[in-house]
Each structure stands twice: as C-alpha cells, then as structure tokens.
C-alpha cells in the first residue's frame, strides 16, 4: 500500500540576513554569508525549502580567556593576538568568526573603546569571513565600547551583540547608524523574545537585521528548555508572526565548555572516559542538537568538535 | 481573523453623496484609512445611493482599486452589480453574498470559480432565516456541497450564519455562536466562517460594546472573518487579545501595538 506523505502548508517564513559586505558593497569581506529563509521545520526538506544551510562562528577573545587547557592547546600560538587566532579559526573552518571583547571588562583589562576598536579593525584585516562582534557583557562598559566598533567598522555590515530588554537602545542606534545587525537577547522567555525584537524594530531597525538569541543550555543544562522556545519561534515565524522571523543565532562553545562533564578529569569519574575526548563530543552533541532546533548560526570553540558538526550539517542538508 | 472593512456602503450619507456626484475622495479616504487599520478586505456596497446598481458598483471598483493594496469585497443583492464588478477586480475578491437559493447558486458558484473568487454562503433559504442552528447548518451543508460540486476550494466558501440585531432577535444570538461551532465540522477541510458583526447592534445603544462582545464570543466559536468597523480601535483591540487567549498570537508586552500596526506594515 502506498503511503502519503501528510505535509503541512505554512503560510510564511524564516527570514533571512546577509552577514559581511564584500569591496562592492562597501566592505573588505571576501565573501557574504547568508543565513535563514526556511518555510518548513528543520531540514524537513521534502515540505518545503531550507535555503540556508546553517553556519559554525569559531569563538575568539581580545584576551587570554580562562579556558581548559585541553580546548586551550589549540589556540596555543595565537591567543593573545586576536587576528592570528582568527586566522586559526578559519583554517579550522570557520565560516564566520566571533569575536568577545573580553578585555572591555574593568575587572579584565579595562581596555579603551579605541582600543577595541583597533581589534575589531585588525581582525577584520586578517581573516575574509564575515564577523560578529560582542562586547565583555558589562553594560555600562559596552555601550560606549560598541558604538566605537560599529563607527570604526562601518559598511563591514557586523553582526553585534548584546541586546537585551533593558539595554538595547544603545547598540540598537548604533547598529542602524552605521549599518550593521543586532542580536537580540532573551532569556530562554518566548514573550520576551517577541517583546525584544519589537521593542529594537519601534527604533526604525528593520526585522530582517536582527538575529535571535534565545539563550541556550547545553547537553544536561537545559538544552530541552531552549529547543521548545527555538520550536515555538520557528512555528511562529512559519505561521506568520513577523516578530518571531528571525534567524536564530546559539552560543554553544561558552555553554558546552561550562558543563562540568566537558572538563571533569577521567581521575575524578574514572567512567566517564578521557575528557579530551568527552569534551569535544559535549560540545558537539550540544551544538547538533541546537542545529535540529533550528539554530542558523553556532559559536563553537573547540577544532574537532567543529569538524564533527560541519560534517553534520552536510549531512542534514543532503536531499 | 480576517477583516472586511465594512465602510465604504452607500448607507453612509458621505459614500451615497459621493456615488451621487462621482467624488471619488471619500471612496479613497476610507479605502486608505480602513487598509491602515487592518482591513484585509474592503467590503463596496452601492446602497441605496441610485437606482444603476451595476454602474455604480463599476465606478466604485474602479475608485477604490486606485488605491487599494488589499482585495475587494462587491458587496450587493444585484446578480448583474456582482458580475460586472468581478470581471474589474484585479485580486480575486470576496462575494457577498450569496443565499442557499440553488438559482442564485448556479449563476454565482460557477462566476465566482472563473476568477477564484471567494463566496459568503448565507444560511437563508428563500423561504428565510432559520430560528436555530440545526437548520442554519442544514443550508450551509447545502452551500458546501455546492461548493464542492463546483469545484470551489472550501477556503474560498465563507459560511455565514446571519447574525442579527440583538435588541430585536435576541434569541437568535446563541443559535448564531453554535452555527459557527458547528460548520467546522461539515467538510475537511472546513469551510470559513464570517459574520456581518455590526447588524448584531443595530439601534442597540452601546453598539461598540455589543460589537466587540459579540466578536470575542465568535472567535471563541472559531469565527474566521468578519465584516466589521476596521477602524474602531477598541474593536482591533479585542481581536488581538482574543487571538492571544486562543493562543493564535504569541504573547508579548506590546501585542496590541502590534496588531493595531499590521495594516501599515502589509
């Protein structure tokens, strides 16, 4: 007996934003990358399209971040200099890179908006890939550090971060001034995230320039929190709330590398296997699982958990 | 919830007076200023404004489509007024109306299939309104068998009950509500629903507060569409949180900005 495939019919879309600004279109990329579009359910492609496939960001910092010596060792020669360790990134795969601007901090370096800026701007002229650019997540300290980013990088078309419900309106002008796009914060609150995105597209900024963070949780921390918000968003975006059609971007690599399961030596669970290993595949099946919800763009940190995923991917876009 | 904006009717005296004189002003000031409230449809009725229902209809399309962004609704008892007006449309428009009269079906049905325009079926029969909602379902299965027979999508058959003035015909109101409880069930997929909400407060004192009271109690039914004031404010706000409690929107602190905002953003 012959079965029928039952396939819904959604009345809209997912948008879709373009990353980075080649020489033409008043850049320096080599290249844009374009994210989102789906009109049906993660990789359903027998339903409708999945234009995009998503994207991995590898994560970098402006300074020498705390992080395991296991994920560390593979930035070995270049944390310290941003745009070496972009250059990394790329070889590693990168399709866009990500840059923290963690020194910002007062309690981490204090460093100027200037100076900053100068790295964003380095950055931008050792790697061809778009780049998303978020400050150290000290308000105060980002709202004057960000909008000397966006001057200084105008016509680069930036992805920027952070906004959030009660600090949004200083990087959400400075993002339209100079033509770059925001990501807009909510924590793992569906109404929030409607909330937000409404709230940044009252100043004039166009929905099709900003991207949705949901917050994430990684593999045993809540990652089934973030992917029932990320389904809901999806089927509202497909169903026609324009507030909610936005690209959907997912900090894996900060999120997986915080579980205790990615950095626990075998000495303390002797059966839990090696950690080098079990952290690259926290990591990985963090990152799959949020590829599955829907996620657009991934940060990632670790080269092989990367690899793992981008061959992922390639296989969830395969018709 | 589909909107049909229900002023431009030569029952108002600035419409009939501008049919009268061709002034095409007031036709494209509320063309415009329902479309911006929302309006997903502009409903044209000549009303008794002249005697050449099928002239007047021919120049109110032509009027309202020169500023129309969204489809129009040929609103008229006149068979000949509805012809004339679908062959001017440039989307394909909603007829209102059509009864569960099968001579009246067989000259709209197959008219309305041409164009793939969408149909209002009255549950009214020749010999009239039914008093309850068994029989009003009865000859909305009559429209929809037609519907089906002619080949018309069931998303383009609007089945609607006749709601009527609450201070004249009040025991009618519930029979109404079951009614559009009640189409869902006929076909699958269902056919939609509309109501003409304003005759549910003709003469009524509060007529707003009937109209938004009658509209929520609807979408709770299931309503679909509704020929209403796409301008009254307080109406828009209603359906917006009614499609929150029916959980069609997702809630957000300025939903209802949102909502009263999504003619402007078309």
């Known amino acids: ?29 080599t290249h844009t990358v374009t994210v989102g579009g789906d009109s049906t359910l993660p990789f359903l492609h027998f339903e409708g ?20 010596p296991s994920l560390l060792e593979h930035y070995r020669d270049v944390v310290g200099d941003p745009a070496a360790w972009a250059q990394k990134a790329v070889e590693y795969g990168a399709d866009l890179i990500f840059l923290r601007l963690s ?29 998303i650019v978020v400050g150290s997540g000290v308000d105060d300290k980002d709202n004057i550090v960000l909008p ?4 200084a990088a105008a016509g680069e078309n930036l992805l920027m971060g952070i906004a959030e419900q009660d600090n949004y ?67 509202g975006a497909l169903q026609g709330d324009r507030m909610l059609a936005m690209p959907v971007i997912c900090g894996i690599g900060y999120e997986a590398w915080r579980a205790k399961e990615a950095n626990a030596p075998v000495s303390d669970f002797p059966g839990w296997g090696d950690q080098k290993d079990r952290s690259i595949l926290w990591e990985a099946v963090t990152a799959s699982g949020f590829i599955q919800a829907g996620g657009h763009i991934i940060i990632m940190r670790h080269p092989e958990a990367v690899k793992l995923v981008k061959n992922n991917i390639k296989q969830l876009m395969a018709k | 919830m589909i909107v049909v904006g229900e002023r431009i009717n030569g029952m108002f005296k600035d419409i009939r007076k501008a049919i009268q004189t061709l002034d095409k002003g007031p036709v494209h000031d509320w063309a415009i200023k329902q479309q911006e409230a929302g309006a997903d449809y502009l409903d044209l009725n000549v009303g008794p404004a002249t005697e ?34 679908l062959k ?61 027979a002619y080949g018309i999508p069931m998303e383009n058959l609007f089945i609607d009950p006749l709601v009527l003035p609450v201070n004249v015909a009040q025991e009618h109101a519930p029979e109404v509500l079951e009614t559009v409880r009640q189409v869902k069930f006929l076909s699958d997929p269902a056919p939609k629903t509309i109501v003409g909400l304003s005759n549910g407060s003709q003469k009524a004192l509060d007529r707003p507060l009937i109209d938004r009271t009658y509209l929520s109690m609807l979408m709770a039914c299931g309503l679909d569409a509704a020929i209403a004031n796409a301008c009254d404010e307080d109406l828009m706000t ?25 003619g402007r953003n078309k």
């Open chain 2, 88 to 148: 001017l449309c440039k989307r394909p428009p909603l007829i209102n109306s059509c009864p569960a009269d099968q001579a009246k079906i067989d000259r709209i049905f197959p008219a309305a299939k041409e164009v793939g325009a969408s149909i209002i079926g009255l549950c009214m029969s020749p010999a009239g309104i039914p008093k309850n909602a068994e029989n009003r379902v009865a000859l909305a299965m009559e429209l929809v068998a037609n519907a089906d």
């Open chain 1, 49 to 68: 399209e999945v234009p995009n496939p998503p994207v991995v960001a590898i994560e970098i910092c402006d300074r020498v971040p705390e992080w395991n």
């Open chain 1, 103 to 131: 020194s910002a901090d007062p309690e981490l370096g204090d460093s100027s908006p200037e100076k900053c800026a100068d790295t964003v701007k380095k950055v931008l002229g050792a790697v061809g890939v778009p780049l």
């Open chain 2, 238 to 262: 209603t359906v917006a949180t009614a499609r929150i409690i029916l959980n069609k929107d997702i809630y957000a602190d300025s939903y209802v900005k949102v909502y009263l905002n999504r």
């Open chain 1, 148 to 151: 000397a980013v966006a001057e």
């Open chain 1, 169 to 235: 309106k200083t990087l959400t002008a400075a993002c339209m001034v100079h033509k770059h796009n925001i990501i807009a914060l909510s924590p793992i609150d569906i109404n929030i995230c409607k909330q937000l995105n409404i709230l940044i597209n009252e100043m004039n900024m166009p929905l099709d320039r900003i991207v949705i963070d949901p917050s994430v949780g990684a593999l045993g921390y809540g990652i089934e929190y973030t992917y029932s918000i990320m389904e809901r968003i999806r089927l």
């Open chain 2, 52 to 85: 050449d229902k099928v002239g007047a209809m021919i120049w109110l399309v032509e009027t309202a489509q020169e500023v129309a962004k969204v489809p129009l609704c040929l609103d008229s008892a006149s068979l000949d007024a509805i012809e004339a007006g």
């Open chain 1, 1 to 29: 007996m012959p079965v029928e495939i039952v396939k819904e019919r959604y009345s809209s879309k997912v948008g879709t934003i373009t990353l980075g600004a080649t020489k033409e279109q008043g850049g320096t990329r």
